[in-house]
């Protein structure tokens, strides 16, 4: 059966193809070249298509399209757009947004039975018993044989007229607020999780210049200090909840909304004039009053959001992101401890955007009694049309699982002759090496930085290899070099290492696999500063040569010249662009970079230009 899934609404849009044990996944990002992309994913359609050799959409056997809204209305108008629905009305299917999620975790895992979490920011909104419409925020399951069977599902009340989150949400939401009032912007929870670590638990906290006369200058306090009950409940054993917003934030007065003149404040105020007006109209009989949650955090009234003059790491900022990432592993922790109690199982699989936290995933699998983890690598929105399909394979149509993610190269490989065309018209010198492999090992070993494109691409946010900039982890100026010249990325966020997966146990304080890049540990050599974060961790990579024959020899053969079976490895894009797909997008962002050298398929680029 060929089964098309496709995410055609909201961020991260994208498709995926199950056809005869074959899968073909894309995110629509890496083909329109806009970050998060929200377009219609018809190029990414094509994509898996044309790959699976099938001439159009009429020639797959079913549709699963991811729900978010209450209803598939919105979906189905916009298949009508389109003009697709006439075609595939009657073979579609939609799918909830977090059995999705579920779908992309345990029918990819290698496990037969497992416990299955899904945590994101929000889900799909749904109409609960209460008459009151709720969204999603956590889903729990257990897998078997017979498929996916639903524990537990929270939801978040949502206003019916703006559609905005009422008093209270969830873990992904908290940290994505947070993420907000750091300054960072939407999907960037990673630079929060890569902030933490420079945290100490402790900050100074110097109020408004206005203030200064009542409160004195600068003071001392504990992140501790700020009161549980402030934010944090625990309704059940399957719940946290929080504040659904701490800024900006619809209750926070007049006097504070006047007082700042952020834009994000004026915003706040919009949003309290609208919900005035909707209160006063005939709608507002129908309005849902808010669950009562305690007052926000006094430190989110008394500064603004970060801007563009603050230098991370800093005494209050950093110190939030610690605060967060802190409870944001206390809560999955205990998730995770309360799903185990619940399942029996010895297996963990993870997805929503939650599952994207290293840091809280090591966390997991060491304080819990899981043995054995898998995290979706797309466990984003990026990975919902392989889940939609996925659900619908098995969990609709019953069929059973053959196949298993043990890599997460699902895009399509590129021919020589499509190489050449872009390698030839590149305007740099280049040439034909006998061994790619080697050829980089050594160009690594004396501390050049590259590009190195091979074979199909990895679905979701982490390179693997296949479309990563590489250097040696060995110079302690290494991590600064390579953001210097190539990423432009914040100085605190760390780059990751790629290892032999033999070595794993020898390098870092890891008793498992992690090919995927999603296992934060310890690192036990002081020879691979480059890819040592603040704390002495790093978000470790593990390879093997069943997953990535080329990949893997790579890094043998840098193991060979210098002792050390690890390489740095981080994404092949330019600042705010995705990772490249194709070989032109390749040799364009090498154009546009600092990069030392290019290798694509078995072509070595110079930096110096031919003419």
Known sequence: MKILGLKILGHDTGAALLSDNQIIAISQERLDRKKYSRAFPEESVDYCLSTAGLTNINDVDLVAVEQMDTTPAPLIDLLKQRGWWDNIGHKTIFVNHHDAHAASAFFCS?????????????GQKAKLETGLVGMETETFYRGDKEGLHQITRNHTPVNQFTGWL????????FYSQVTYFLGFGKHEEGKTMGLAPYGKGRFTHTPDKSDLSVRGSAQQGSISEIPEEQFLKKTNQSRYIFPSRLEPHPDMGLKYLFKKTSYSRKSALVRQLKLLAHVFSKKGLAYEKPMPFPKTPEIFFEHSRANKKVKFPDNLYTELAYWAQFNLEKVMIDYATHLHNVTGSKNLCIAGGVGLNSVANKKVLDKTSFENIFIQPASGDSGLALGAALWASH???????KWRMDNAYLGRDYSEKEILDAVSDSGFRYEKVKNPQATAAKLLADEKIIGWFQGKSEYGPRALGNRSILCSPIPSGMKDKLNMQVKHRESFRPFAPACLEEYASEYFELSCPSPFMLLIAKVKKDNVPAITHIDGTARVQTV????NPKF??????FQKLTGVPVVLNTSFNDS????????????????????DALIIGDYLLYASSSN
């Open 110 to 122: 290698p496990f037969d039975d497992a416990a299955v979490m899904v945590v994101d920011s929000a």
């Open 544 to 547: 093997n040569a069943k997953q």
């Open 166 to 173: 009422l008093n209270f949400s969830g873990v992904g939401n």
């Open 395 to 401: 969990q609709i149509k019953k069929e059973p699982v």
């Open 576 to 595: 705010g662009e995705p990772i490249v797909e194709t070989p032109k997008d390749a040799v364009r962002t090498f154009k546009s970079t600092n990069l």
């Open 552 to 557: 893997y020899s790579l890094i043998k053969e």
